[in-house]
């Protein structure tokens, strides 16, 4: 399979425990973004990274929220001192790094956090 | 303003009826835009890219009005499996990369 995958695909967890995803994208895309969805919404945005540096974070992303991609392929999202707001399912994208406009993103199949 | 909005539906339609959905989106700086597919409780999956001209894929037609800010997609013989949440994306300017989602619209394909 040379899709995007994330693991874990579904986690449950105690309100204030810290949580890691990870995401492994398509090997020749550079760009990696996290996305969140909630029930009824689309996904929004997180933080992108081209190679292993971040680029771009969304004010979504408070100071209990924080990626990494340390060698440029797969990333880590960790969430901590979970809330129970923080419940949603988490998206990973990747993509190629070129500005053409018509490249877009292809989704991992998403962790699904759930914080009682 | 919601900087992508769509009619969230549903739109309950039968089997091979034509049915058509639109956005509109806020950022007239917005350079590429997307329909996606979700179905319920999986990712997000890409239909087709929406250009000025239009374009077709088999059933379905996507147009874009950039004037009025305007997205629309027609889907044409609706199938039982055409029953999904359909998402309107916007790619903004050169340069940058993140894609701001709608809401979606729910389409319900009966028999």
């Known amino acids: 399979d040379t899709g995007v995958s994330q693991d874990p695909r579904h986690k449950i967890t105690k309100r204030g425990q810290n949580v890691t995803f990870r995401c492994d994208p398509i090997s020749e895309h550079n760009r990696l973004y996290w996305y969140r969805q909630t029930l009824g919404q689309g996904p929004e945005f997180l933080t992108y990274f081209q190679n292993e540096a971040q680029l771009e974070k969304s004010r979504l992303l408070s100071d209990r929220f924080s990626a990494e991609r340390p060698k440029g392929s797969f990333s880590t999202l960790e969430i901590q001192r979970t809330e129970q707001g923080d419940s949603a399912m988490y998206l990973c994208a990747s993509s190629h790094t070129s500005e053409n406009p018509t490249d877009t993103q292809y989704f991992g199949p998403g962790t699904r956090l759930t914080v009682l | 303003r919601k900087e992508v909005e769509q009619d969230p539906g549903p739109f309950n339609v039968p089997e091979g009826a034509t049915v058509a959905f639109n956005c509109t989106y806020s950022n007239s700086a917005s350079q590429s835009f997307f329909w996606y597919r979700q179905d319920c409780r999986k990712e997000p999956k890409l239909l087709m890219s929406?250009?000025?001209s239009g374009n077709e894929d088999g059933r379905f037609t996507a147009q874009l009005n950039r004037a009025s800010q305007y997205i629309s997609l027609l889907i044409r013989d609706s199938k039982l499996s055409d029953s999904a949440t359909y998402l309107c994306v916007v790619k903004g300017a050169p340069g940058y990369s993140t894609l701001t989602f709608g809401k979606g619209t729910m389409l319900l394909v009966s028999p």
């Open positions: 929406v250009y000025s």
